[in-house]
């Protein structure tokens, strides 16, 4: 059995069953600690993002898969960083989310399954990036994102779940960083994935 350094739950575990070369003496035991927790999981940030080279990934501008931060209420060193799951996810819903992030709207979105060309399935796996927020769903009078229900850290998606959005940018910049300004950088560091948080304009660039 083998979990990624990010997974939140067994179902993000994968393992063999039935199929093993171990002894009786090999078989784990564990002693677990009650959970004292009485924070729940907030979304922090979210933006849209791209595959730039084999292990990185940077913001999109307009367009890219959604990737979203969350941490607890009341421990907020304790932190994730994944996907939303596409699972009751809807062109209203998709409207709302282009507009939460800045834009006029939504001209078109999809999962990873059917289009990986911001970021494919199998680089989100490499890197350990699962879903963070599933079942999302937004009234039908809902005028923005405060109004819509979702499941924070708890999903049945598999990484080709993962939405894209193409939304509506109200002029002709590309709202992408200017990686050569290194003064618009601190860095930042959770869950074995480092964060570079650029000041200028609000949003991260992503190593691995």
Known sequence: MYCLYDARNISDCSADLMDHDCSAGESVWLECEEGSSDGEWQVVSAGLYRTVGDMEIEPSGSAGVVLIELAMTDDESRRAFGTLCDDRFNNH????????LGYAGVTQWGNVGSMGEYISRSVLEELGLSTVVDEMTCPADATDMNSCDADLM?????AGESVWLQCENDDDDDDEID???EENYI?????GVKLALNLGNV???IHF
């Open 93 to 100: 819903t998709a409207q709302l989310a282009c507009q939460s």
């Open 187 to 191: 860095d930042l560091e959770f869950g």
């Open 203 to 205: 949003r991260e660039r």
């Open 154 to 158: 708890d999903h049945d998606c598999s």
């Open 179 to 181: 990686d050569d300004d």
